[in-house]
């Protein structure tokens, strides 16, 4: 219904200062909001509601997107799985600096992991909750220059991190 009422739907969310993100290879579409000055922004309905990530979920976006990419390059599969523990591993990694807490870590991982699936960025595939489908929609929230930005911006941290960090290896 949506492609053959394409024109129809961009015409009216226009109005309001938004556009239709249709991406119909992928199987899916969105809605966003329309670059426009300040002063005409003021002017139009808040519709769509920007939340911004904190940093475990903003790393685990970060993270599926990358293995996105290569799962689109190298394999034949048309869906990219990700499991839990696999999740949990790879964040763990991160967030380990300075945290003592693992439980702790363990709750922000879940945390994260369940807001993307709220976010439909992440798609339960079993009753357990252990395994999760990547959805092709991350594609369009997060290009390859906010990959590069952040990744950057991981490197920074890490320099001053690990540039004021106490040497546990002088005893």
């Known amino acids: 219904m949506l492609l053959k009422h394409q024109h129809g739907v961009r015409k009216h969310v226009a109005e309001w200062g938004g556009d239709l993100e249709l991406d119909e290879a992928e199987g899916y579409a969105r809605l966003k909001e329309l670059d426009v000055d300040e002063d005409i922004r003021e002017q139009l309905p808040t519709i769509i509601e920007k939340r911004q990530l904190n940093y ?15 799962h689109q390059r190298f394999s034949i599969e048309n869906m990219l799985r990700v499991n839990r523990t696999d999740i949990h591993e790879q964040l763990t990694n991160f967030l380990n600096a300075g945290q003592t807490d693992e439980a702790k870590i363990r709750d922000r991982i879940d945390e994260s992991i369940n807001t ?16 999760y489908e990547v959805r092709r929609i991350l594609n369009s929230f997060v290009d390859i220059e906010f990959i590069s930005e952040f990744e950057e911006k991981l490197r920074q941290y890490a320099l001053t991190y690990f540039k004021h960090a106490p040497d546990h290896d002088a005893d």
């Open 116 to 131: 993307l699936e709220r976010y439909g960025l992440l798609r339960s595939l079993g009753s357990e909750g252990n395994e």
């Open 56 to 70: 475990p979920t903003t790393l685990l976006v970060v993270l599926l997107r990358k293995q996105l990419i290569e």
